[in-house]
């Protein structure tokens, strides 16, 4: 006991001892210093600091006291922000308000003209721009590009047109910059408003009791799309983004669009609608309006963690029973097990709220018509009609597949779990039913994976890919035993 205790106060000693060298360090230097890590390192020997552990475990101790900014970890070890250290935490300001800014005319670079005009109307940031505005730290640049994704405040463009037209070099890359984007009453943002309040939609609003800070909706925006485009790899889906409004892709029969509601400046407005068959709306499938609304409210509620603690929210339905210019919203929650009254003698009607958004019906989207008869169905994803069998992985021992299952059965924010899997085979189109399934969805996925004659290698790239570099670690474990 006394020996633990012993070995404890050594290390908060070279712990402290360390931190005064890394400040005795810096206090010459400038706001930053791009490669602190090797000085730190260095010195972490000096300190009996001698595991990776200790160091990182030291770098995000002084990240939270808000000492230093550090986004490093252990578990991503290619990843460029293990290599920066920034020091004064007002030097990000800078660098995010070089590319978050608002420019004259006048102060636009000439031969980024065209830059400027796509960024203005349609949210897309050239990385030649974003290079020209971040010039004096080219060195770091994919670094730098790192914390803005990390801070939700772009996202690439997984699929561009110019991308497709040019030789394919990392200087034709886009970005997504929604904060960017200026008001403008476009025809197609108008065909959206009449869209948003048709009856054959799913509406749902998030309302933030009064306050909704502008840069959460656009951080949510900005993972919206990253997830959007994930579902569709293959075809390059665009999102088409508006001044505080945004078109995205769900799967082949739906899209939805996600705004600031104009008449009340503090909800978010969240409309799913189907793609019309032979010029009639159709209604949207339950499975997937669930579906996105779990996903809008883990990500606020991972934005409200992570940025925005004191920030809380309802997702609300609105009254159908109160005339138009008395509107007003209930809780979902509330309508999914009552009817909510409005005034003395009326109750409002929640059997399309319970149908779109309740548990009543778990198989709804094997008997959606967008997978029409079980032939559409492939094989491996047939347990309600007795073609699915329990047989281990061809490319994964079973023992191996069912850690990898642990892994990324669970949803992330940021959809890189097993739906980037089903989309990576061309499964995307049932997700929503593979989600109803009383199975791992992982391992329903797997089993079509050597149908596309994909090997464990091509798994393992996806891995890296949609940086799940746990689940590369761990089969690469496996493998070595």
């Known amino acids: 006991m006394v020996g633990c205790l012993y070995n404890y106060l050594v290390l908060i000693g070279n712990v402290y001892l360390l931190s005064f060298s890394i400040i005795f360090m810096t206090s010459k230097c400038f706001f930053y210093l791009f490669n602190l890590k090797y000085q730190v390192t260095k010195i972490s020997f000096k300190c009996h600091i001698n595991t990776n552990i200790q160091l990182f475990a030291m770098l995000h101790f002084h990240h939270d006291l808000g000492n230093i900014v550090y986004y490093g970890e252990r578990d991503t070890p290619d990843s460029a922000l293990n290599d920066i250290i920034i020091i004064i935490p007002q030097w990000l300001i800078y660098i995010f308000r070089l590319v978050i800014t608002v420019k004259n005319p006048s102060d636009q670079w000439a031969e980024f003209r065209s830059s400027w005009k796509k960024l203005d109307e349609e949210g897309l940031l050239e990385e030649r721009l974003l290079r020209r505005m971040w010039q004096k730290f080219l060195e770091k640049f994919e670094a730098l590009l790192q914390l803005m994704q990390k801070f939700d405040l772009l996202c690439v463009k997984t699929r561009s047109t110019l991308y497709k037209q040019t030789t394919g070099t990392k200087s034709d890359r886009l970005f997504y910059v929604p904060s960017l984007l200026k008001k403008n009453e476009g025809d197609e943002m108008v065909s959206l408003d009449k869209l948003a309040k048709s009856k054959n939609t799913a509406v749902f609003y998030v309302d933030f009791d009064g306050f909704l800070p502008e840069g959460l909706y656009y951080r949510l925006v900005v993972r919206i799309v990253h997830w959007s485009q994930q579902r569709k790899l293959d075809e390059g889906y665009d999102p088409r983004l508006f001044y505080q409004q945004v078109k995205v892709y769900i799967d082949q029969n739906h899209d939805a669009i996600i705004r600031i509601l104009p008449e009340k400046r ?216």
Not at 342 to 364: A, E, H, S
Not at 395 to 419: G, K, S, Y
Request: charged residues 25%.
């Open 266 to 481: 503090s909800c978010i407005q969240v409309v799913i609608y189907r793609l019309k068959i032979g010029g009639k709306q159709l209604k949207p499938s339950p499975s997937v309006c669930k579906e996105l609304l779990q996903l809008i409210k883990e990500n606020l509620l991972d934005i409200g963690h992570k940025w925005m603690k004191r920030v809380d929210f309802n997702v609300c339905v609105l009254c159908n029973v109160c005339p138009e210019e008395n509107l007003h919203l209930h809780k979902l929650k509330e309508c999914l097990v009552s009817t909510p009254r409005c005034g003395l003698d009326d109750g409002m009607d929640t059997c399309k709220v319970r149908r779109l958004f309740g548990k009543d019906n778990r198989n709804q989207a094997f008997q959606d018509t967008a997978v029409q008869g079980n032939s559409n169905v492939p094989w491996f994803l047939r347990p309600l009609i007795g073609v699915y069998k329990d047989i281990p992985s061809p490319i994964l021992p079973f023992h191996i597949m069912t850690e990898v299952c642990v892994l990324l059965d669970p949803p992330q924010p940021r959809a890189n779990d097993w739906r980037s899997v089903a989309c990576k085979v061309g499964y995307d189109c049932y997700i929503s039913y593979i989600m109803n399934m009383m199975k791992s969805p992982t391992m329903c996925v797997m089993h079509g994976w050597s149908e596309k004659g994909l090997s464990m290698d091509d798994f393992k790239d996806c891995m890296t890919e949609i940086n799940r570099h746990d689940v590369v670690g761990l089969i690469e474990e496996h493998l070595k035993l």
